[in-house]
């Protein structure tokens, strides 16, 4: 199907912005002490997150996982609200509470994030069973990696979505890797995608470095949710260009698979294409990264000069 | 005497057991190949040892993780399964809290479960309430279950060998943090016995008991009250099931005045477990009041600050004992 020249535009600003923003919390967590906790990015992922929000109305809702940032800015996070979390500063959309793992923007639809791996997928279910429940015109976006996929929730949770015809999309982001472990050494399974068939839902395997192909593939598997006609699980293949998080060396990485599937970049791809097809110029592309790049100093700007919560705010929040 | 992180020492009980027994094998995620590439992590370098038959990474699957425990320990062998982060337990736990813990039970005592299960524990990374979260009064509301959390490297490895020897499910709990502090661990096979304290630090003005990583911030309040005349007792409980009623009672009687410091939050820990027993049990031998010194009723946030909020530090355990000194 066709995509507009507007949403070309949207999934490559929200793409180079996802990839500054990571970027740059690879330099900020060489600073000792800089960002607290387990930074884990989604370099080389931003495909996925920005095709799939890209094909979502702002009313629809994404239930997202500890490689979160990428899904969020695709979704309309504020970067500096988004940074200041990571900072854990008290202005962060999460007040410290969160840190860079669970980040919860309940104000554009992403009202649950875990980094319990596979505790997305349940919570989606339910999501999605409200929205049918109330016959609202929206769907729920899971965003879950392909380790997630051995988790029992996968199992009972699409199940349950197929047999109740829930308006959600299984968004499985196989980064060839869980932790330290290859794709092939987690399941003996060809794809993830497969097992969709076992539960009666259609699942097919998407190439997750060309924001086209993940944006033309969750647009469908949007409409048939709106249309009734249940769940969907899509498997995007793309690669996880740094560690698991940033402490990790990667030792059991093999640097020319890193190096082939830098290659693939998704970004250039789309650049490429908007500037071959006539809709970007290369002047059009180098005001853009400035802006963003600009954007994203600011950001990292708003939370230096954030102050930390006070020690007993962590008493607050508790109880609703 | 070598000195050693607790990662290290768990390194060397597992090294050992091994070796000693073929029954003994391990799983889990990343306990193989991991992405921590340190010789400080417990299970460093035993794939490269033993080989993929005896260490055994699985995949995100930790209700398979534990079953595959029960399911072996049945059978004679002697798992020893790692769960990464204490939290992560509860997918693991209808395996051990519905199974490992009632099977032998249900069986009138004719079947026995001899696992391991490691779990690290322990806030101070930043990394919030889904990493961090301290769950063992969980586990010792199972009736079944050994509980085990050592607060030295030596200690985790003499209690370590003895829950992998032991014929009963046995929660081995790990705090990370001292993962990267270093201690002397001797380099015999003492055994250390599941379900004996030991009394870190005499005294005869007031007892605190702790376990794990609190026995240090127990130590570091003692040596400040000191400075302010208060000789304070601190027993370490290394068990927490069973519990070494003796120990905790010897000492009250002694001392009159109890502290009970754990990290996990407040409401339902096991400090309210240890004061029912003295109450039941030494009432009489109180000058003052019971006090406890915990986490507050929240999940453990992330911010530097909120995080330190959280943590009982020496200060404020030392404030807890102030006021119960001024007692009695
Ligand atoms: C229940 C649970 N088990 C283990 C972990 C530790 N852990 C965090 S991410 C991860 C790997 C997840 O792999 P995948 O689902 O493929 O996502 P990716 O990290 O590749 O994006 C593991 C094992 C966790 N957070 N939660």
């Known amino acids: 199907m066709e995509i507009s020249g507007e949403k070309k535009m949207e999934m490559l600003r929200s793409m180079i912005l996802s990839r500054r923003f990571s970027e740059k919390l690879t330099e900020l967590c060489k600073i000792e002490g800089k960002i607290p906790g387990m930074v884990i990015l989604s370099t080389g992922q931003e495909a996925v997150g920005s095709g799939v929000c890209a094909a979502l109305a702002p009313r629809d809702v994404i239930i997202t996982n500890h490689r979160s940032h990428n899904h969020l800015l695709a979704k309309g996070a504020d970067p500096n609200l988004l940074m200041a979390e990571i900072y854990c500063k008290k202005t962060g959309y999460n007040k410290g509470k969160s840190g860079t793992l669970h980040i919860a923007v309940p104000e554009i639809n992403a009202p649950c994030t875990t980094t319990v791996v596979g505790g997305g997928i349940p919570i989606a279910v339910g999501r999605a069973f409200a929205q049918q429940y109330r016959g609202e015109d929206a769907v729920t976006v899971c965003f879950f990696g392909d380790g997630a996929a051995d988790e029992g929730s996968f199992h009972e949770s699409l199940n349950l979505a197929a047999l109740w015809q829930l308006p959600v999309v299984f968004v499985c982001e196989n980064n060839v890797y869980a932790g330290a472990q290859r794709f092939e050494e987690h399941t003996r399974s060809k794809s993830i995608a497969d097992r969709g068939a076992g539960y009666g839902m259609p699942g097919f395997v998407v190439d997750g470095n060309n924001a086209a192909s ?89 939370a230096e000069s954030s102050p930390y919560p006070e020690p007993e705010d962590a008493l607050e929040d508790v109880f609703a | 005497m070598q000195e050693a992180g607790m990662g290290q020492a768990v390194n060397e009980a597992l090294r050992e057991e091994m070796t000693r027994d073929p029954n003994v094998f391990i799983a889990g995620e990343g306990v193989g190949v991991s992405i921590h590439d340190s010789p400080l992590m417990p299970t460093h370098g035993l794939l490269e040892e033993f080989g993929e038959k005896r260490v055994r990474d699985t995949p995100v699957s930790e209700a398979a993780i534990a079953g595959l425990a029960v399911g072996a320990s049945e059978a004679g062998m002697r798992p020893v399964v790692e769960i990464m982060f204490n939290p992560f337990f509860t997918l693991a736990s209808d395996m051990i809290v519905n199974h490992a813990a009632k099977l032998r039970y249900l069986s009138g005592g004719k079947s026995a479960f001899p696992l391991v299960v490691r779990m690290k524990s322990g806030s101070g990374f930043g990394a919030g309430c889904q990493h961090s979260h301290n769950l063992e009064a969980w586990v010792c509301h199972s009736p079944g279950l050994k509980v085990v959390m050592p607060s030295t490297p030596a200690e985790a490895k003499g209690l370590l060998r003895s829950a992998i020897r032991d014929d009963n499910p046995v929660i081995f709990i790990e705090d990370m943090n001292l993962y990267f502090a270093f201690m002397p661990v001797p380099e015999d096979d003492t055994l250390i016995p599941i379900g004996k304290a030991d009394v870190k630090r005499e005294g005869k003005d007031v007892t605190v008991v702790a376990w794990s990583r609190m026995v240090h911030t127990a130590l570091a309040a003692a040596e400040q009250m000191a400075g302010e005349g208060a000789d304070v007792e601190v027993v370490d409980l290394r068990t927490l099931v069973p519990l070494d009623e003796e120990a905790i009672l010897t000492s009250v009687k002694k001392t009159g005045r109890l502290v009970v410091c754990h990290e996990a939050t407040r409401t339902g820990g096991f400090a309210g477990e240890i004061s029912a027993v003295v109450m039941e049990k030494a009432f009489s031998s109180l000058k003052a009041p019971f006090r406890r010194v915990t986490g507050p009723d929240i999940p453990v946030p992330a911010s530097p600050p909120l995080e330190a909020f959280y943590l009982p530090s020496p200060e404020k355990l030392a404030g807890a004992i102030r006021e119960i000194m001024n007692q009695g």
């Open chain 1, 214 to 302: 993940v944006f033309n593939a969750a647009r469908e598997a949007r409409q048939l949710a709106l249309s009734g006609g249940g769940p969907t699980l899509i498997e995007y293949r793309t690669y996880r260009c740094r560690g698991h998080g940033e402490q990790d060396p990667q030792h059991y990485q093999p640097k020319d698979e890193i190096a082939a599937w830098m290659e693939k970049c998704p970004i250039p791809r789309l650049s490429g294409d908007m500037i071959a097809e006539g809709i970007l110029t290369q002047d059009q592309l180098g005001r853009l990264e400035d802006e963003i790049r600009d954007s994203v100093e600011a950001a990292v700007g708003f």
